[in-house]
């Protein structure tokens, strides 16, 4: 590479890091002959057998609250996630990693490098699976980072850096109403007070995450959830990871669409959690004429249409915003609703535009609730800040799909991923591999042992690219 093509790389990469979400899937960045950290050339190849880690996958997939055509339920702390907590940590001692467990739960595995003193490198993502979800979600990143640096022993690899695999705590909000709380914590971003507020969904009435966390065997050697949190950190931004990687299925189509093997992400959206709660006078579903109703879910119905209104209204397609819960009460065939409880997820790439549709909904829902004639309250329950990916992570995976000769795309992420909170303390970047339509969060989530492959032994030689470093 020339000094002018070098300029240009540099100049793309500030940009990469700078810019707004269009300019950030990276098209332009795509063509530019950026080099890796350390050459992936002068790595030996790691060989992944296809079948070893869709198999590990099955196994995990079992360990549910439901079972088989019904997928995967494996709530945080539940027995089930217990179970695949053992099972990831043999895994970790089978490959012969050092296992340490910290005191939010998150599992470390160590492969030491022969500057144990360094930054690491760390690769990881999450097993716990919202309700009827499927086996690849997060439990690929938690496996693949193993199954990886098995691939790097057998290839004769020896790491300058220490490689770390790890299973982070809660990415998911099911039980607990936040998501990423162990990677949160590392990141020195989970406010203790807000974690002691969280309804545990499995003991409404008095659960709280530090309670779940102690009856599972962690965090005993915390004196309160303050300490809980400070044990977790990480610390300056650099000083325990040097780079972090998350391998991840795609969870929409474009891979599979565009046949490309690997997406090498830019950008992580990031969600806003809001929740509305309607409350009207209910009444008699036949004495009560309609023009005397202040019906709670007609209010939810306008505010959800107008949901999707906003995030269409951007234009853009990394705009995006759901409505996942609804209760409606008293829930009775004959009752005019008299309450609607909602939850509403908001995400975008770019911070503001978020912002701006969550703030439409606000004023909207304050407007409806006040010519609907019914009571309305609203919280912010969560906002994070989108993350941009690290030029040199992403120039090390796609060093390492060049060298494997896998067809790969920049693009963005519109789900969100530990890696939200990882780019807080380390350059961060993400790897996707295709999965089957794009399903994800639903039973028939699905990707191919071949493509499993294909993102592990890239994974393999990224990691030990940035390893070298
Ligand atoms: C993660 O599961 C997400 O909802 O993006
Ligand atoms: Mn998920
Ligand atoms: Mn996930």
């Given at each position: 590479m020339n000094s002018a093509s070098s300029l240009v790389c540099l100049i793309l990469s500030v940009l990469l890091v700078l810019g707004s979400s269009e300019a950030v899937p990276g098209e332009c960045l795509a063509d530019v002959d950026c080099p890796a950290t350390a050459s992936v050339n002068e790595i030996p190849s790691p060989v992944v057998d296809p079948a070893t880690v869709p198999a590990q996958l099955m196994k995990l997939a079992e360990l549910s609250d439901t079972k088989s055509s019904a997928g995967v339920t494996r709530l945080i702390f539940t027995d089930s996630d217990l179970a695949g907590r053992a099972y990831v940590r043999s895994l970790m001692e089978q490959a012969g990693l050092l296992v340490r467990v910290d005191s939010m739960g998150n599992i470390f595995g160590r492969w030491v490098g022969?500057?144990?003193?360094l930054p690491a490198v760390g690769s990881g993502s999450h097993i716990d699976a919202i309700?009827?979800?499927?086996?690849?979600d997060g439990t690929l990143g938690v496996l693949g980072p193993i199954e990886a640096i098995a691939a790097l022993r057998r290839a004769g690899f020896k790491p300058k850096r220490s490689i770390e695999a790890l299973m982070f705590t809660s990415e998911e909000p099911t039980r607990f109403g936040i998501s990423c709380v162990g990677s949160r914590a590392m990141a020195g971003k989970l406010d203790p007070k807000h974690l002691d507020s969280l309804k545990d969904v499995l003991a409404p009435d008095n659960g709280t995450f530090r309670g779940a966390a102690l009856k599972a065997g962690y965090a005993n050697a915390t004196t309160n959830t303050e300490d809980m949190v400070k044990q977790s950190s990480l610390g300056?931004?650099?000083?325990?990871?040097?780079s972090f990687l998350e391998l991840h299925i795609e969870q929409g189509p474009d891979l599979e669409d565009e046949n490309v093997s690997l997406g090498i992400v830019t950008a992580i959206a990031a969600p806003a959690a809001l929740r509305f709660s309607l409350t009207g006078d209910g009444g008699h579903a036949g004495g009560q004429v309609m023009s005397r109703r202040n019906d709670a879910l007609l209010a939810a119905a306008a505010i959800t249409t107008a949901v999707e209104k906003f995030a269409l209204d951007?234009?853009?397609?990394d705009t995006v915003a759901t409505v996942g819960v609804l209760r409606v009460g008293p829930g009775a065939i004959n009752s005019v609703p008299r309450t609607a409880d909602m939850e509403i997820d908001v995400r975008d790439v770019i911070g503001p535009r978020r912002d701006e549709v969550v703030s439409k909904i606000i004023s909207y829902g304050e407007q409806v609730a006040k010519s609907r004639a019914v009571r309305w309250s609203h919280e912010i329950v969560n906002s994070d800040p989108p993350a941009t990916c690290a030029p040199k992570v992403l120039n090390a995976a796609e060093s390492a799909a060049r060298k494997l000769n896998l067809s790969h795309k920049r693009m963005v992420s519109r789900a969100y991923h530990d890696s939200l909170f990882m780019a807080e303390v380390t350059p961060t970047g993400m790897l996707f591999i295709p999965c089957h339509k794009g399903y994800s969060h639903r039973p028939d989530e699905f990707a191919s042992a071949e493509d499993i492959k294909n993102g592990i032994e890239a994974l393999a030689l990224a990691l030990a690219s940035l390893s070298s470093a």
């Open positions: 022969s500057q144990p003193d309700p009827n979800s499927g086996a690849y300056e931004y650099g000083t325990y990871y040097d951007t234009g853009s397609s």
